[in-house]
């Protein structure tokens, strides 16, 4: 089995910072790709940013200059820190990595987080 965990989130001012970590854990061969999803109360969920395992990054244009991703592959785990943040990012943000179990099966997964709620709010 694989899972992924995620921390951080909460409550915060708008124009305040706020960082989220996601850790996979389990039979894990490589993880290709991680990500960054959130989903809004209405909306549908929607990508943030993500990153390569060679650190190949790629935002969404409303979080580009204020969201940085990173990962630490050794970890298995990925960051995102959230800078000047504005109410319309509140939402649950998902972490995502596309993974391979083994390494005799060449065969991509992709897995969720349960999400953790981000608020901006004063």
């Known amino acids: 089995q694989v899972q992924l965990v995620e921390s951080g989130g909460g409550l915060v001012q708008p124009g305040g910072s706020l960082s989220v970590s996601c850790a996979a854990s389990?039979?894990?061969?490589?993880?290709?790709?991680m990500g960054w999803y959130r989903q809004a109360p209405g909306k549908q969920r929607e990508l943030v940013a993500t990153?390569?395992?060679?650190?190949?990054?790629n935002y969404a244009d409303s979080v580009k200059g204020r969201f940085t991703i990173s990962r630490d592959n050794a970890k298995n785990t990925v960051y995102l820190r959230m800078n000047s943040l504005k109410p319309e990012d509140t939402a649950v943000y998902y972490c995502?990595?596309?993974?391979?179990?083994?390494?005799?099966?060449?065969?991509?997964?992709?897995?969720w987080g349960q999400g953790t709620q981000v608020t901006v709010s004063s």
């Open positions: 990153i390569t395992r060679g650190g190949d990054t």
């Open positions: 389990g039979s894990i061969f490589v993880i290709n790709a």
């Open positions: 995502n990595a596309r993974l391979r179990r083994y390494s005799y099966i060449d065969v991509e997964s992709t897995y």
